[in-house]
T-cell receptor, first 113, second 114 residues
Framework: DVKVTQSSRYLVKRTGEKVFLECVQD?????MFWYRQDPGLGLRLIYF???????EKGDIPEGYSVSREKKERFSLILESASTNQTSMYLC????????????FGSGTRLTVV | AQSVTQPDIHITVSEGASLELRCNYS??????LFWYVQSPGQGLQLLLK??????LVQGIKGFEAEFKRSQSSFNLRKPSVHWSDAAEYFC????????????FGTGTRLTIIP
C-alpha cells in the first residue's frame, strides 16, 4: 500500500525553537505539499515542491521554509516557532498531473508553548 | 485563482437517511474536483474525483458526486448513511497537469444520530 509518512504524530515545542517536520513518500511522486489545518479554516497551503530542490510558496508561507534534497523527502521548517503556529500539519504527495489525487500523511499536531 | 465554498459547517443526519453535502467552486476552465474524508485525528482519504466525461462519479464507501457546470457545483451524496460515516468532508478543486496544487474548502462536519 502506498504511503506518506510523517515522522511525528504529536510535537510540543517552545517559542523560538527551530522545528523540523519530516515527510517521506514511497510512491515516487514528483509533487509534495505541506498544508496546515485549523478549525473553521480548512486546509491552507504553506509550500509545495514539484521536483527535487524546487519549491514554491503557497498561500501562507510566512514563518516557514522547506527543503527537498531527495525526491521522497519533503521537510517543513519553522525557523523560530511561535504560538500562532500551533496547528495540525498535513503532508501530501501526488504524481505529475495529479490524476490520482493526493495521498496524505496522518498529520503532525504541533503545539508551541 | 480557484476557490471552493462548502456552505454547511455542520450537518446532522439520522443513520439510514440520505445525505447531500454541498460544494461550489470557482475556476475559469474545466476543473479537477475531489472529495476527501477525514476521520478524527487522521489524514485525509480520497473518496472520489472528477476530471472529465460522465458527470456522475462513483467513489468508495458508497458515495457519489455530480458535477454541474451550470451551477459550478460538485455535491457529494450517499443514499443511506452509516454511523461510520461520521467524519469531516472536504471538497477540493485543482487546475490539472502542470498545476497540481489543490484548493480546499473549509470542510463540513457530519454527525450521525442513531
Amino acid at each position: 500500500d502506498v504511503k506518506v509518512t510523517q515522522s511525528s504524530r504529536y510535537l510540543v515545542k517552545r517559542t523560538g525553537e527551530k522545528v523540523f517536520l519530516e515527510c517521506v513518500q514511497d510512491m515516487d511522486h514528483e509533487n509534495m505539499f505541506w498544508y496546515r489545518q485549523d478549525p473553521g479554516l480548512g486546509l491552507r497551503l504553506i509550500y509545495f515542491s514539484y521536483d527535487v530542490k524546487m519549491k514554491e510558496k503557497g498561500d501562507i508561507p510566512e514563518g516557514y521554509s522547506v527543503s527537498r534534497e531527495k525526491k521522497e523527502r519533503f521537510s517543513l521548517i519553522l525557523e523560530s516557532a511561535s504560538t500562532n503556529q500551533t496547528s495540525m500539519y498535513l503532508c501530501a504527495s501526488t504524481n505529475a498531473g495529479g490524476l490520482y489525487g493526493y495521498t496524505f500523511g496522518s498529520g503532525t499536531r504541533l503545539t508551541v508553548v | 485563482a480557484q476557490s471552493v465554498t462548502q456552505p454547511d459547517i455542520h450537518i446532522t443526519v439520522s443513520e439510514g437517511a440520505s445525505l447531500e453535502l454541498r460544494c461550489n467552486y470557482s475556476y475559469g476552465a474545466t476543473p479537477y474536483l475531489f472529495w476527501y474524508v477525514q476521520s478524527p485525528g487522521q489524514g485525509l482519504q480520497l473518496l472520489l474525483k472528477y476530471f472529465s466525461g460522465d458527470t456522475l462519479v462513483q467513489g468508495i464507501k458508497g458515495f457519489e458526486a455530480e458535477f454541474k457546470r451550470s451551477q459550478s457545483s460538485f455535491n457529494l451524496r450517499k443514499p443511506s448513511v452509516h454511523w461510520s460515516d461520521a467524519a469531516e468532508y472536504f471538497c477540493a478543486v485543482g487546475a490539472g497537469f502542470g498545476n497540481e496544487k489543490l484548493t480546499f474548502g473549509t470542510g463540513t462536519r457530519l454527525t450521525i444520530i442513531p
